[in-house]
């Protein structure tokens, strides 16, 4: 596609549980990120995936959340036995990696119920 | 790793006026800022940018400003429309593979 898709567009789901949270980056992009934004905050940097490298992962608030990036395209965010605060967009960016330029899906809001 | 600050976190300006951020940003080697617009429900869209080779950069009613000495840099939106009301990100990145760090945001306010 043109831009950056995620899916889905909304979540709500049950405290408890897991939920994945997909990214479909631009075509060609090397590096993707995901982001989480809190009602009315700013951009929280979760993960970073750069080519083949081993990705950033400083960002991760806990252990009950993981993303990997298959075949260097496409990438899922799981959080495992979510929670009341996990509820926020998240928001996934991909760029080409060689100006820095980072282009934003629509995110998808999670709410965890 | 980098880290980037913004000011301020809310800004209000008549219709019409100018309005200004600031960021500041900690890696020395940062070469690269963009600025992004994020609308209501929407993800952050890039408005425009600046290297590291240049002080400044003008596009319409918005301009960029940077300062490589104080490691500095800011946005200036002249005759502010209700339309320019959003979620103002700055950023810093380095040249070549490395992520983008975001500040915190301003939220502007545009009253007509």
């Known amino acids: 596609g043109a831009g950056v898709s995620q899916s889905p567009s909304n979540k709500v789901t049950e405290k408890g549980k897991d939920v994945e949270l997909r990214c479909d980056p631009i075509?060609?992009?090397?590096?993707l990120y995901w982001y989480r934004q809190s009602l009315g905050q700013g951009l929280e940097f979760l993960i970073y995936?750069?080519?083949?490298?081993?990705?950033?992962k400083s960002g991760l608030p806990s252990d009950r959340f993981s993303a990997e990036r298959t075949g260097g395209s496409v990438s899922t965010l799981t959080i495992q036995r979510t929670q009341q605060e996990d509820s926020a967009v998240y928001l996934c960016?991909?760029?080409?990696?060689?100006?820095?330029?980072?282009?934003f899906g629509q995110g998808t809001r999670l709410t965890v119920v | 790793g980098e880290n980037v600050e913004q000011h301020p976190s809310t800004l209000s300006v008549q219709e019409g006026d100018s309005a200004v951020i600031k960021c500041t940003y900690s890696d020395s080697a940062s070469n690269y800022f963009p600025w992004y617009k994020q609308e209501l429900g929407k993800g952050p869209q890039l408005i425009i940018d600046i290297r590291s080779n240049v002080g400044e950069k003008k596009d319409q009613r918005i301009a960029v400003t940077l300062n490589k000495t104080a490691k500095h840099f800011s946005l200036h939106i002249t005759e502010t429309q209700p339309e320019d009301s959003a979620v103002y990100f700055c950023a810093a990145s380095m040249k070549g593979y490395q992520k983008v760090t975001f500040g915190t945001g301003t939220k502007l306010q545009v009253i007509p």
């Open positions: 075509s060609g992009h090397t590096a």
């Open positions: 995936f750069q080519g083949n490298s081993a990705p950033d």
């Open positions: 960016a991909s760029s080409s990696g060689q100006v820095g330029e980072a282009f």
